[in-house]
């Protein structure tokens, strides 16, 4: 999968998904956009997004723990890194994709790649 976070802001679109302040620290916002399941995460006040689906089974990715960066897969315990979508732990062997995200105007805005 793709680290869409380090693409060229020339070649991502910047989709306002809501206001900043539903998004509190510690919390998490599941969306759906574009046919892409994607879940926010609030940590410490940094935002990061990642696909919401494991890439070894299809796991709901947003449903597990955070270990400091990293989100545990419910199912059988693949680790992901949420700032880069990098694969950390098996039985993934696949990255999940990240996507760039910012505040603007009191609003949260997700980047994603420009068909
Ligand atoms: S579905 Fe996520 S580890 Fe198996």
Do not use: W
Request: with cysteine.
């Amino acid at each position: 999968m793709f680290n869409y976070t380090t693409l060229d802001t020339s070649k991502i679109e910047f989709a306002e998904i809501a206001p900043a302040s539903e998004l509190p620290n510690g919390e998490r916002l599941f969306l759906e956009i574009e046919g892409r399941a994607i879940v926010i995460f609030n940590i410490a006040g940094q935002l990061f997004a990642i696909g919401d689906v494991c890439t070894h089974d299809d796991g709901p990715l947003g449903d597990g723990d955070l270990e400091e960066y990293n989100i545990v897969c419910p199912r059988h315990g693949a680790e992901f890194d949420v700032r880069t979508g990098k694969v950390m732990q098996m039985p993934a062997v696949v990255d999940i994709p990240a996507y760039p995200v910012k505040v603007e105007g009191g609003m949260i805005k997700i980047g994603l790649p420009r068909e």
